[in-house]
């Protein structure tokens, strides 16, 4: 197989005659060509007279070495064969927490043969997306069952965004298995591929089944609450399902894939003496704009095209104050979600269903923080730090969940505009400046970054853009310290992974980890 790169098609290109392409412009002989599949598609919108796609494909086709030197772009593609080892435990290996890095963790350790138990706080996801939506609605906070907790992890209540930083011979394995439980197949060659919320939860939901199907355990509801060792290494896992019923697990492989907001279990760790270290991470605020406006500044007067969905962007600016703002997590055609998993504490997310046709888009907008800012060397300082935005956001907000928002004209200073984004946030916002609940560096960054990004997206700092906060889960604050071989340096057994212990940045990425996570155990098992 070859892969053809850079190959520049307009944007009403028709992608069902790919052998007619390869045919006519690569003039591959029709008696030669075997099959063509697109590889990559991405959006070129650096000229906006000229807004087109890039597009990749992969050719098999006979006498390949003659094309390889014949074709521009062309280069020889190998297929990574990702191989699982079979394996029969003692005891049942356990993972704690279901998100992508638990999932993946689960799913690799069931098609082994290992029968994972699989331990979750929050709900299944149909149970879940009610707690959310009566949440959204005004009603109670669920601790335990929210957009932080449950099937799925926070990425059940994303974009559910697929596009990483890391380069790892896995990522194609997750992406086939994404799109065999039910995700979009156009995830195998966007450039920028995303899942949606809606379609992640149907994903989600195949993924448990099938590792049941293979022998594995999922409880839910279940919060993870203890454990106890032998000779430093793990000996049982202790849990507390919701009618307060405990769960011990005899078991000397846990896989820890609690996620960034399980602040109880950092507290529990700490006071057990586990390893932590602060790690560096950033907080802000959300921007909202309309997705047109959006839209029309990304592709000038190719917006509104059938074959565009809308626009994203990334933006990072240097300022003078010495500190970066840079956008995270930009959801297209999305909307600002409750995010608040602490009674009394409120935190913001973006979500987005697949197909990004919301009235706005909306983005993180962070400044990093790190053991300047927290002028602190206590492990956990970061994630102090978090809950202290997140009460003032709460009281800033009423006290009752409404999130506080404010105009960028209003923020930087200027004239209340007449006409303001409409806030997407449920249960609502209200009126509150990014003073009453971040700490000055942020809000200078904030007031000297805006304008900068305006320069580079016309209409970014439009007076009309909402900020709403608080942005404070984009990443963990504490890293769970492991060695090389992936499991704790303090807890023989534990296998702390994902983002919420400090080794993962996202879906993918986490996803990553787990696998990671779940072929250390496996190698554990089989040289016993």
């Known amino acids: 197989m070859i892969r053809v790169s850079n190959i520049k098609v307009p944007l009403d290109f028709n992608f069902n005659r790919l052998k007619d392409y390869c045919t006519s412009k690569l003039r591959i002989p029709a008696d030669k060509l075997i099959s063509v599949v697109l590889a990559r598609r991405s ?26 030197k014949s074709l521009k772009n062309a280069a020889p593609v190998t297929v990574p064969d990702y191989k699982i080892i079979p394996v029969t435990p003692a005891v049942r290996p356990v ?12 799913l690799v350790l069931a098609m082994s043969g290992a029968k994972p138990i699989v331990i979750e706080r929050g709900s299944d996801v149909d149970s879940r997306v ?35 930083g890391i380069s790892d ?3 194609r394995w997750i992406f086939q298995r994404f799109v065999e439980f039910g995700a979009p197949e156009e995830i195998l060659w966007q450039a920028k591929p995303h899942i949606g919320t809606d379609k992640l939860r149907d994903t989600v939901r195949n993924l448990r089944k099938r590792i049941i199907a293979l022998g594995g355990e999922v409880h839910f509801d279940t919060r993870f609450t203890g454990y106890s060792t032998e000779s430093g290494r793990l000996k ?25 907001s399980a602040r109880d279990v950092f507290e529990m760790l700490y006071e057990n003496k586990v390893e932590l270290t602060q790690k560096n991470f950033a907080v802000g605020v959300r921007i909202e704009h309309r ?3 959006i839209d029309r500044a990304m592709y000038g007067d190719s917006a509104g095209h059938p074959a565009l969905k809308a626009a994203d962007y990334k933006l990072a600016v240097h300022l003078p104050n010495g500190r970066a ?26 979500m987005s269903c697949f197909a990004r046709d919301a009235e706005n888009s909306n983005s993180a907008l962070l400044v990093g923080v790190g053991s300047a800012e927290l002028a602190s060397d206590h492990p956990l300082a970061g994630m102090y730090f978090q809950r202290d935005i997140e009460e003032k956001a709460f009281i800033a907000g009423g006290s009752d969940y409404h999130a506080p928002a404010m105009t960028v004209g209003e923020f930087l200073g200027g004239d209340t505009p007449e006409t303001a984004v409409f806030p997407s946030y449920r249960p609502g916002v209200r009126k509150a400046s990014p003073e009453e609940y971040l700490p000055g560096f942020i809000c200078e960054t904030l007031r000297l970054g805006i304008p900068e990004m305006g320069r580079k997206i016309p209409g970014f700092d439009s007076p009309s853009a909402l900020l709403t906060g608080v942005e404070s889960r984009s990443s963990s604050p504490v890293r769970i310290v492991r060695d090389n071989g992936l499991e704790s340096v303090s807890v023989r057994g534990f296998f702390p992974c994902g983002e919420g212990a400090g080794y993962a940045g996202g879906i993918v990425s986490a996803a990553v980890d787990g696998m990671k996570c779940a072929e250390a155990v496996i190698n554990l098992i089989a040289n016993k």
């Open 236 to 260: 049982q896992v202790e849990c507390t399902r919701k009618n307060g019923e405990i769960l011990r697990i005899n078991t000397n492989c846990a896989i820890l894939a609690t996620g960034h």
């Open 291 to 293: 997705r047109e406006d």
């Open 325 to 350: 703002l840079y956008t995270f997590c930009m959801c297209p055609g999305g909307s600002v979600v409750a995010a608040s998993s602490e009674e009394g504490h409120l935190a913001v997310n973006g």
């Open 130 to 164: 009610k707690a959310v939506e009566e949440f959204q609605s005004g009603g109670r906070l669920d601790p335990e069952c929210n957009v932080q907790f449950g099937e799925g992890g926070a990425g059940t209540f994303s974009d559910g965004k697929l596009n990483t």
């Open 169 to 171: 011979q896995r990522i």
């Open 95 to 106: 993972i704690i927490g279901f998100g992508p890095a638990g999932m993946f963790a689960a």
């Open 43 to 68: 959006v070129d919108a650096r000229k906006k007279s000229d807004v087109h796609f890039n597009i990749a494909l992969d050719i098999c086709a006979k006498g390949e070495g003659r094309l390889l």
